[in-house]
């Protein structure tokens, strides 16, 4: 049997792969997440996950494996939105999306040594509009730290989304649906 990796560090991803029911390891590997603001958020999204999924591959002695790799993004107004730096960046990040729409793109891919498959999901997120009063109490629940947009839909973030229009598991990190019938190409 065909091994499954996650290149991946995320909790999240680790437990929204495993709904698919495909048995993984995890191995992770240092990528630069550095990009060209410049670029189409997509084209960043899935660079950056090819990049986090070559590196593992490249990583070990996995020529018979299939290495998944994923990375979240958040834009609004053609900025792209990462990881807050700190509490100031949270801060600001949270009040561009007050009371508006924004999208979160993750972008995924799968490699292996005879081929590779890259795509991306988009979702539309609606915030509610934030009291300042609001944005500190969140950001000093420490959640926005390690999320793309400073925020996580998944917990405390929660009440702060209005509507969302797609899927729901590709804001948190990982669209399982549309990732699970790509990899099943790869298990056949
Ligand atoms: C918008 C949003 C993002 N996030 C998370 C998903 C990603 O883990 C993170 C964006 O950072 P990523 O760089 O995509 O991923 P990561 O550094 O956490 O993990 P790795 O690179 O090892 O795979 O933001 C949420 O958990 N909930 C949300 O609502």
Known sequence: ?????????????KELLAYAKIPFTIMVSEVDEDFDPNKDPKEIAQDLALQKAKAVFN?????????????????VDNQI???PKDAEEAKNMLKMLS?????????????????STIFYEETKVQFWDLTDEEIEDYIKSGEPFDKAGSYGIQNLG????????GDYFNVVGLPIARTY????????
């Not at 009371?99 to 081929?115: D, F, K, M, P």
């Not at 929660?158 to 229009?165: M, R, T």
């Not at 790509?182 to 298990?187: A, V």
Request: glycine share 6%; hydrophobic share 45%; no cysteine.
């Open 81 to 83: 939105l990462g990881k």
């Open 158 to 165: 929660s009440i702060l989304v209005k509507k969302i229009d």
């Open 181 to 188: 019938r790509e990899l099943k190409k790869f298990f056949p």
């Open 59 to 75: 990583s070990a002695d996995l020529d018979d494996a299939v290495v998944i790799g994923a990375d979240t993004i958040v834009t």
């Open 1 to 13: 049997m065909r091994k499954l990796v996650l290149a991946s560090s995320s909790p999240r991803r």
């Open 99 to 115: 009371g508006r729409e924004h999208v979160v793109i993750t972008g995924v891919a799968i490699v292996s040594s005879a081929n």
